[in-house]
T-cell receptor, first 115, second 115 residues
């Protein structure tokens, strides 16, 4: 069965600091990878996704993620965070070659950006 | 284009009762997936419907069921409610093509409280 690990449960940063959130998955086959964000009081929104091709993926609001197949990782990065990035971030995966659409989510990382 | 809508947004029920939640996908989307979000278990996949048929199912008891109508709207039902069913229930829609390389778009959720 697939599983996703997000090692940082709660991260506190000051504005302009750099961000890296870890995500590791366990699955032997090809995968589709996603990062979703949930701002306070809002619904889950897609930040970025990886299906194939260039392992460095750019998303909305200056976020990017790098797929490293050998490490089963898909870490999320942003060079300079803003107060408005305060939210919960979820990494998710589904099985590329099984055809399963069902997303397996990590436990989430709560990011708090202090002004 | 309107997003995924879910009704009702909040519900309070008592143990033993049953509840029905509704989800209207984005226009043109034919796949609807349901997820349960709790503080303890995180986001977990319940089931997916496509063309009025259940295509995938997560690891939940038979008290959780769903259906999809010809207009792609979906309902999920929980019978004999238990305290542990208190959660945010999220609906996600996607185009539903044969390949699963597509984004799932989430609704705002229905928050269910079981007393």
């Amino acid at each position: 069965a697939q599983s996703v690990s997000q090692h940082n449960h709660h991260v506190i940063l000051s504005e302009a600091a750099s961000l890296e959130l870890g995500c590791n998955y366990s699955y032997g086959g090809t995968v589709n990878l996603f990062w979703y964000v949930q701002y306070p009081g809002q619904h889950l929104q897609l930040l970025l996704k990886y299906f194939s091709g260039d392992p460095l993926v750019k998303g909305i609001k200056g976020f990017e993620a790098e797929f490293i197949k050998s490490k089963f990782s898909f870490n999320l990065r942003k060079p300079s965070v803003q107060w408005s990035d305060t939210a919960e971030y979820f990494c998710a995966v589904n099985g590329g070659d099984t055809g399963r659409r069902a997303l397996t989510f990590g436990s989430g990382t709560r990011l708090q950006v202090q002004p | 284009k309107a997003g995924v809508t879910q009704t009702p947004r909040y519900l309070i029920k008592t143990r033993g009762q049953q509840v029905t939640l509704s989800c209207s996908p984005i226009s043109g989307h034919r796949s609807v997936s349901w997820y349960q979000q709790t503080p303890g278990q995180g986001l977990q996949f319940l089931f997916e419907y496509f063309s009025e048929t259940q295509r995938n199912k997560g690891n939940f008891p038979g008290r959780f069921s769903g259906r999809q109508f010809s207009n792609s709207r979906s309902e999920m039902n929980v019978s004999t409610l238990e305290l542990g069913d208190s959660a945010l229930y999220l609906c996600a829609s996607s185009l539903g093509g044969l390949e699963n390389k597509e984004t799932q778009y989430f609704g705002p959720g229905t928050r269910l409280l079981v007393l």
